[in-house]
């Protein structure tokens, strides 16, 4: 079984960054996807950036040039620098993994969600 922790998550000003991190517990043979997503209460659950295997990170148009998503693959973590965060930033972000933790099956997990406010 594998659990995903999110930290880094908090209130911040206009304009200041955070890192969140993703860190993942359990057995893992090999990743597919490391992705970020974010949730405003009442709305759909939004792809913000993500690793797929093999290929380079990519983000939301609404995020680029702002967030970047990295990873270390040795302790199955992930990380989303936020930089020149905006109100419209404000959100629960979550992390989701696509792992094969058994060699056969590969299986889903999102972590709890971190919440993350920005201020005007």
């Known amino acids: 079984q594998v659990q995903l922790v999110e930290s880094g998550g908090g209130l911040v000003q206009a304009g200041g960054s955070l890192r969140l991190s993703c860190a993942a517990s359990?057995?893992?043979?090999?990743?597919?996807?490391m992705n970020w997503y974010r949730q405003v209460l009442g709305k759909q659950r939004d792809l913000v950036a993500g690793i797929m295997s093999g290929d380079s990170p990519n983000d939301a148009d609404s995020v680029q040039g702002r967030f970047t998503i990295s990873r270390d693959n040795a302790k199955n973590t992930t990380f989303l620098q936020m930089n020149s965060l905006k109100p419209e930033d404000t959100a629960v972000y979550y992390c989701?993994?696509?792992?094969?933790?058994?060699?056969?099956?590969?299986?889903?997990?999102w972590g709890q969600g971190t919440q993350v406010t920005v201020s005007s």
């Open positions: 359990g057995r893992i043979f090999s990743s597919r996807a």
């Open positions: 989701f993994y696509i792992v094969n933790t058994d060699g056969m099956r590969w299986r889903t997990y």
